[in-house]
C-alpha cells in the first residue's frame, strides 16, 4: 500500500468518526431524557408531538450513521481486500442504472427499518410517559388514547370498544398496567 492509499483510509476512517459524532447524540440518548426533554419543567404535559418528532430523528440517525459506516468501508474495500489490482471494466449506464436500483431498494428497506424503530422507541417512550401520567390536565382515558395518537401508531381503537377498554389495552400493550375502575 502507498502513502496515497495509506492516506485515503486514513480520511475514510475520519469521515466515519465524523458520522458518528454528528449522529451520536441522537443514536445514545436516553430515552427518558427525551421524555423530560418533552416538558416545560414545571409538571405540565409532555408535548407529545415534539417526543414523536425526536424518537424518529432517533431512529433516523441510527440508520443515517449504519449507512454512512457501511459507504465507507465499501470504499475502503478496494484498498483492504482488493489491493487496487484488479481492473474490469463496466459500462457507465448499466452502474448508473444499478445504483439508482440499489438506492431506491436500500430507501425503502431503511423506511421499513425505520417504523420498526420507532414501535420500539414508542412504547418505551409510552411506558414512562404513562407512568408520569399528569392527573391534573386531563381525564385519563383522554391522556393515554393521546399518547397511543402521537407514539403507538399501530394500536387504533377497535369499533365498539370504549375509551377505558381502548386505554385498558394500551396499557397492557406497553406494560403499565393499572388497577382500574
Excluded at 468501508?73 to 449506464?93: A, G, K, M
Excluded at 382515558?141 to 385498558?168: G, H, R
Aim: with cysteine.
Amino acid at each position: 500500500m502507498n502513502i496515497v492509499n495509506a492516506i485515503f483510509i486514513n480520511g475514510l476512517t475520519l469521515d466515519i468518526l465524523g458520522a458518528y459524532y454528528l449522529a451520536q447524540s441522537f443514536i445514545t440518548k436516553d430515552i427518558e431524557d427525551l421524555t423530560f426533554e418533552g416538558t416545560s419543567g414545571y409538571g405540565s404535559p409532555p408535548n407529545l408531538r415534539y417526543i414523536r418528532s425526536n424518537l424518529y430523528q432517533k431512529a433516523e440517525a441510527r440508520i443515517g450513521f449504519g449507512c454512512l459506516f457501511s459507504g465507507f468501508l465499501l470504499q475502503s474495500l478496494d484498498y483492504f481486500i482488493l489491493e487496487s489490482e484488479l481492473t474490469i471494466e463496466l459500462p457507465r449506464l448499466g452502474v448508473f442504472i444499478f445504483n439508482l436500483l440499489f438506492g431506491f431498494t436500500l430507501y425503502e428497506i431503511m423506511s421499513i427499518v425505520k417504523h420498526k424503530i420507532f414501535k420500539k422507541y414508542g412504547k418505551k417512550m409510552s411506558l414512562i410517559l404513562l407512568k408520569e401520567y399528569p392527573k391534573d390536565y386531563e381525564p385519563e382515558d383522554e391522556w393515554i388514547k393521546n399518547v397511543a395518537i402521537y407514539l403507538l401508531p399501530q394500536i387504533n381503537q377497535k369499533q365498539n370498544e370504549t375509551d377505558n377498554e381502548y386505554s385498558t389495552r394500551i396499557l397492557k400493550y406497553v406494560g403499565a398496567v393499572r388497577n382500574r375502575k
